[in-house]
């Protein structure tokens, strides 16, 4: 089954199971998934379709933003963008600007050793600018889903979120700050934020837009 909407056709993918309603979502590749129950026929299925044409416009509306945010955060290093290219190479080429690598697993290890190599630059230039007496933290890097950095006193260590190595370096910035705070403050408290403002005075503002 397939639907026109604005002179673009989309393909319809109906599956059928034990429901009491009708859904209907997109999938990334802006394909339209109804799942319905069994009692349901291709015309009931086309008839609710054809009514809800404009809800399902505003999904694929949403998706195909989420599809560009995605992408332009994806090719990005420290803020800037770069080009990604897929060539038969036995190791990542970048310039600066280009990135040529074999496939996506030579892409995770390039991104994995350049948020070491960056993070660790700007773990020492933060580090040494702390007059509070605190550890040379062990620094670790690794894909979170809900934290950008944490602070372990256990090991002196500091984790960073992977995905920091695509931001502006203004929030690997605070990131560090915050978890070297916790050095000196191991909780949140006012004393805890008075230090973070201390070495980022515009903590408030850059953790907004990490939340965002």
Known sequence: MELVLEDEIYEVI??????KNLYIRV???LKIKVTCPYLYTKHMISKIINENKKSIKRMIDIKIKQNNTKLKEENKVLGKCINICYKDVKKPLFDGTTLIVSDDVMLDKWYKKMAKA???KYLDEVYYVFEEKIPYPKLKVR???TRW???NKKDNSVTLNLELIKKDPKYLNYVIVHELSHFVHFNHSKAFWNTVFKYCPEYKMVR???KE
């Open 14 to 19: 109906i599956e059928k199971k034990h429901n």
């Open 118 to 120: 960056e993070f660790l």
């Open 149 to 151: 950095g944490v602070c």
């Open 27 to 29: 999938s990334d590749d």
């Open 143 to 145: 894909s979170m889903k």
């Open 208 to 210: 907004k837009e990490l």
